[in-house]
């Protein structure tokens, strides 16, 4: 604060200038451009990536505050114009606001998004970039991957939230079927992996911490390799450990389609309807592909296969 | 049997949760199940090196083949690898050989279980029965047809078989399995193991009878035999095998990196051995028993430096003691008092390797291995005027080794490598290997391979008790005539105290090799063809006439072999293989230059060794499952005519034909429990199949196995 203001004027000429100043700023700073409040749910690499990235792809007219969503009373984000809600945690905390700016909710699972409006047709004001893939998508990079699947193995928990009829569909129409499997406990875990994968050319792996775990993966990704069959995993780490290929999308890839889209806000001053990741990454293990014998087709490869059955993802 | 998906049930799941269990709902439709860290799994020293990247010719039988071909014995399964001649000596001595029969010691291929090596001293062969391990215990067998020193150390000259067994993580649960069959063939085990997050441990209890072969009880077919080959025939009927054994496996992984693996096991083996042979000569073996308990402990520790680097440490102990109280004949009379003998044998070692990736184009596995071999004999004569024999002995050898694998283009793959060794004898070996793989048609791999690999003489090759075998002829037969020499009373050998071999080194292989890998997704087929040229000098062999082994044998086998494997659908497969292989030696000409005593025979046979291997050989196996859990399997093998290398025109092996079959069917869900009984008949058509003893004839036999999982 500029001390000279306080030497000169004092009582309440202090004030009345600090208050002119303020709407001064807050009147050039409209003329500027908008202002954004990112909650972050979260200070690990991911959320930073996000918003390294984002803060790049801004144009500098853009204000950008980023705060933090467990902090109780977050007026500010109330004054913005815009809320961009990294995560579940944030996306919970913007939409609990009575009186709130319009919310992107982004680096979201669909189901968990949806999950939040169950009961309501739509909710205004909000809209999403979800973090993981269409059905479709996931399905043609699988069949880009390995085109002789024939039975896609999936692992579910009492606890899985997804909408898998997409998935059913888009392995039947490519002439697959999908072998599921319910996981009663965590120490049924191994059971159910025996018969899944004793029916199944490949196991697709699916956001489930139930199943998928730090502590499970060791025995389900040797499980699988005895079995001869692939995991198809969720991320990069996935692929590190030993699955074979994995389709997602980056937090910095989802940053640049944010800015793109708070861009886009601007201009129309409406959100988009709720969507899926513009771009895509794709990751291999070529050691597990060669000890496998399965003959990897390149990612230029893959990707083109992928736009020949349709998918237009990047 | 897996429910055909159906998504309304699951939706119905899926969306009732979400209703009832608010508590998880943030949890599990959280985005962190994305950002998950995981370490680092199938690591390079996990993943196996695929076919087609290898740098020899590698068959691989893995539990689905174990499963289909009925074998109830180990030994057998090396029935399904091309050119393996598997046989047994008795019902209870089972031995596996590559490039023909050997004698009923085969001690030119390098067998290791988890990377423990098991041949043993002093004869250096292995016992086959006296293996804490049960065929079910088994997850996967990689034969390497062809030396591989560089990689797998010494004594890997023809071949390397190497036993993986479960994974320690394999059965979460209980399994009891009963088998009740012909021949006394009565098997129990008791399987339990827990698969944790962090600790693994499986743990099998296992008690296997069978009463051998049956006896032949006329002329082998297509011969009449003459009085002086009935008296060269091995009466061996008394070769029952009752086998008690524990085995323990167990993994620690309490973070990404770090893995500590232990492993022991117990085996109680009681063998029918000895022969009533018809020849009225000294005979040291008659029809007694072979008791042996041994044991090993496995200690591992592998840690993941990186992504690409892994450090692996192994030390183990293996420990055999036997022994066997034989009443001892002259002239077909008993003498009074028995024979004692023992022997101990234990082998340490411990090995480390690190394991090292430059790039993704180049991987370099280094280590080095120490190992003490320990052999103790005694022999005691309860009543007999001589004093026994004892004699202990100890070897140390170590090796140093380094293999790298170099993928130069995406097409060519150069596999380098050399072991250097020292053995127990001094003798100091380079074994070099260079292998290169072409795929330059996508699919199909062709491969040129040299190698050089060293055998080192066996403790018994060296020492062999030629001093005792005299003390014996003229003490008890006073200068009559004697038949055949002894070579020690009972089975157990003690080797002399002093070396009677002194001349005897190392010998020497050279094998060349051109090998075909083709791969047809369309016809889900695989197809594996292999020529290879093996040249052996400064072989050993026995010359009995200085009484000592020497190394002036020189050999050469060259051939083909192919397997194929084909799969119709997902629910049968098919496996053959064929071998095809001649072989010569200079053993005549060592017979005639008064260098040896091995000699035909039979007039006809011109070369001794080159008698003993089949000309073709072949084996077939083809599994259908069928629905509500019903699976088929059936075998055949072929082997044509041979000569055993070291038997009697009498043990002449005609044409060999078999098939064996398995049915089975499984249960599911009764009870929480699942279950399996099958039915498996060997030799089904009863095609007058013997090995290598005239006498071991295997008739047409049956067993049932049940089992029950919880």
């Known amino acids: 604060?500029?001390?000279?203001?306080?030497?000169?004027?004092?009582?309440?000429?202090?004030?009345?200038?600090?208050?002119?100043?303020?709407?001064?700023?807050?009147?050039?700073?409209?003329?500027?451009?908008?202002?954004?409040?990112?909650?972050?749910?979260?200070?690990?690499?991911?959320?930073?990536?996000?918003?390294?990235?984002?803060?790049?792809?801004?144009?500098?007219?853009?204000?950008?505050?980023?705060?933090?969503?467990?902090?109780?009373?977050?007026?500010?984000?109330?004054?913005?114009?815009?809320?961009?809600?990294?995560?579940?945690?944030?996306?919970?905390?913007?939409?609990?606001?009575?009186?709130?700016?319009?919310?992107?909710?982004?680096?979201?699972?669909?189901?968990?998004?949806?999950?939040?409006?169950?009961g309501q047709k739509t909710a205004s004001g909000i809209s999403a970039i979800y973090l993981d893939q269409p059905w479709e998508r996931q399905v043609a990079f699988l069949y880009a991957v390995l085109p002789d699947v024939e039975r896609v193995g999936l692992l579910y928990s009492s606890e899985t939230r997804l909408e898998v009829s997409p998935l059913l569909n888009s392995v039947a129409n490519r002439g697959g079927s999908v072998v599921a499997q319910s996981v009663q406990s965590a120490d049924r875990l191994f059971a159910s992996l025996e018969k899944v994968l004793s029916g199944s050319d490949v196991l697709l792996a699916i956001p489930d911490s139930r199943i998928y775990n730090a502590a499970s993966i060791r025995n389900i990704l040797l499980t699988s390799y005895r079995h001869e069959v692939p995991l198809i995993g969720l991320s990069q780490g996935y692929v590190n450990a030993g699955a074979l290929a994995a389709i997602f999308t980056l937090p910095e890839q989802i940053a640049e389609q944010t800015a793109r889209q708070i861009v886009a806000f601007d201009i129309k001053k409406g959100l988009a309807a709720p969507g899926y990741p513009e771009n895509f990454t794709v990751a291999l293990n070529t050691q597990v592909a060669r000890s496998l014998e399965i003959r990897l087709p390149s990612e230029d490869e893959i990707r083109k296969r992928m736009r020949n059955a349709g998918e237009v993802g990047r | 049997m897996m429910v055909p998906f159906q998504y309304r049930q699951l939706s119905v799941v899926v969306f009732a949760s979400l209703l009832t269990q608010v508590a998880w709902a943030a949890d599990e439709s959280s985005e962190q199940n994305y950002f998950q860290e995981f370490p680092v799994v199938l690591t390079a020293s996990r993943l196996k090196q695929p076919q087609s990247e290898a740098p020899n010719a590698m068959t691989v039988i893995d539990r689905e083949m174990i499963v289909a071909s009925g074998f109830r014995s180990i030994s057998d399964l090396f029935k399904l690898v091309p050119g393996m001649y598997v046989s047994y000596y008795k019902g209870s001595q089972p031995f596996v050989a590559y490039h023909g029969s050997t004698d009923q010691y085969a001690r030119r291929m390098q067998v290791m279980i988890d990377g423990r090596?098991?041949?043993?001293?002093?004869?250096?062969?292995?016992?086959?029965?006296?293996?804490?391990?049960?065929?079910?215990?088994?997850?996967?067998?990689?034969?390497?047809?062809?030396?591989?020193?560089?990689?797998?150390?010494?004594?890997?000259?023809?071949?390397?078989?190497?036993?993986?067994?479960?994974?320690?993580?394999?059965?979460?649960?209980?399994?009891?399995?009963?088998?009740?069959?012909?021949?006394?063939?009565?098997?129990?085990?008791?399987?339990?193991?827990?698969?944790?997050?962090?600790?693994?441990?499986?743990?099998?209890?296992?008690?296997?009878?069978?009463?051998?072969?049956?006896?032949?009880?006329?002329?082998p077919p297509g011969k009449s035999i003459t009085q002086p080959q009935v008296n060269t025939l091995l009466n061996n009927e008394n070769d029952s095998n009752q086998a008690r054994l524990l085995n323990f496996s167990a993994g620690y992984h309490p973070n990404g990196v770090d893995q500590f693996d232990i492993q022991f096991g117990l085996n109680r083996d009681v063998q029918g051995v000895g022969f009533s042979d018809k020849n009225p000569t000294a005979n040291a073996n008659p029809y007694h028993d072979l008791i042996g308990n041994s044991g090993f402990l496995q200690l591992g520790w592998k840690r993941q430096l990186d992504n690409a680097s892994e450090f692996s440490l192994r030390y183990y102990h293996i420990q055999q003691n036997q022994h066997e109280t034989v009443p001892y004949f002259v002239l077909n009379t008993p003498l009074p008092g028995l024979i004692f003998q023992s022997a101990q044998t234990s082998r340490d070692e411990i090995e480390v390797q690190h394991t090292l990736s430059f790039s993704s184009f180049n991987r370099i596995v280094y280590g080095a291995a120490y190992r003490t071999d320990r052999f103790g004999g005694q022999t005691a004569f309860s009543q007999f005027p001589v004093t026994g024999f004892s004699g202990s002995f100890n070897s140390n050898e170590y090796r140093v080794f380094a293999h790298d694998e170099w993928r130069i283009t995406p097409k060519f793959l150069l596999n380098t490598g050399a072991m250097f060794e020292r053995d127990g004898m001094g003798h100091q070996n380079l074994s070099p290997r260079v292998a290169l793989n072409a795929n330059v048609i996508p699919l199909h791999t062709l491969r040129m391979g040299v190698s050089v690999a060293y055998r080192t003489p066996a403790m018994i090759e060296e020492r062999y008790p030629v001093n005792r075998f005299f003390q014996f002829r003229t003490l008890y037969t006073g200068g009559a005539a004697i038949f055949r020499p002894l070579f020690a009373p009972g089975v157990l050998a003690v080797p002399d105290q002093v070396v009677t071999s002194p001349g005897v080194r190392p010998e020497r292989l050279l094998s060349r090799e051109i090998g075909y890998l083709g791969q047809f997704p369309n016809w889900d087929a695989l197809l594996d063809v292999r020529f290879f040229s093996d040249q052996v000098s400064s072989g050993i062999h026995w010359n009995g006439f200085t009484l000592a082994f020497e190394n002036e044998m020189s050999a050469a086998y060259q051939g083909v072999e192919a397997s194929l494997k084909k799969s119709f659908s997902n629910d049968s497969d098919l496996t053959i293989n064929f071998a095809h292989e001649l072989a010569n030696s200079n053993l005549s000409t060592l017979f005639a230059a008064g260098k040896s005593t091995t000699q035909p025979a039979s007039p006809w046979i011109s070369d001794v060794l080159g008698a003993s291997v089949p000309r073709n050989s072949a084996s077939l196996l083809y599994s259908q499952r069928f629905s509500k859990k019903v699976s088929f399997s059936a075998s055949y093998y072929y082997q044509d005519s041979l000569q055993p290398y070291d038997r009697g025109s009498v043990d002449y092996q005609p044409i060999q034909r078999r098939v064996d079959v398995r049915l089975a069917k499984g249960f599911h869900d009764i009870g929480g429990m699942d279950g399996e009984v099958s039915l498996v008949v060997q030799n089904l058509f009863n095609q007058g199949y013997t090995e290598y003893i005239a006498n071991n004839v295997f008739n047409r036999r049956s067993y049932v196995t049940f089992s029950l999982g919880w």
């Not at chain 1, 803060?55 to 204000?63: D, E, F, M, T, W």
């Not at chain 1, 977050?74 to 913007?94: F, I, P, Q, Y």
């Not at chain 2, 399994?175 to 012909?182: A, D, H, K």
């Open chain 2, 117 to 219: 090596s098991v041949y043993l001293p002093p004869i250096s062969s292995v016992d086959w029965a006296n293996l804490p391990i049960t065929i079910d215990d088994i997850e996967r067998i990689e034969v390497i047809r062809g030396p591989a020193a560089a990689s797998h150390g010494a004594n890997s000259t023809q071949g390397v078989i190497s036993i993986i067994t479960r994974d320690a993580g394999y059965l979460d649960g209980k399994r009891v399995s009963y088998t009740r069959g012909e021949k006394g063939i009565n098997d129990i085990s008791a399987r339990f193991g827990r698969r944790g997050d962090t600790f693994d441990y499986r743990m099998t209890l296992a008690y296997r009878a069978d009463n051998g072969y049956d006896i032949l009880t006329a002329p």
């Open chain 1, 1 to 118: 604060m500029p001390v000279w203001i306080k030497s000169e004027w004092k009582g309440r000429g202090t004030a009345l200038l600090l208050l002119c100043l303020f709407a001064l700023m807050s009147r050039s700073s409209r003329a500027e451009g908008l202002a954004v409040t990112l909650l972050l749910s979260d200070s690990s690499a991911p959320y930073q990536a996000f918003f390294e990235t984002l803060r790049q792809r801004l144009p500098a007219s853009i204000r950008l505050a980023v705060q933090d969503p467990a902090r109780e009373g977050n007026n500010s984000a109330v004054s913005a114009d815009l809320v961009v809600a990294v995560g579940m945690k944030a996306t919970e905390a913007a939409i609990a606001a009575v009186h709130r700016p319009p919310v992107l909710a982004v680096m979201v699972p669909k189901a968990g998004y949806d999950s939040l409006f169950l």
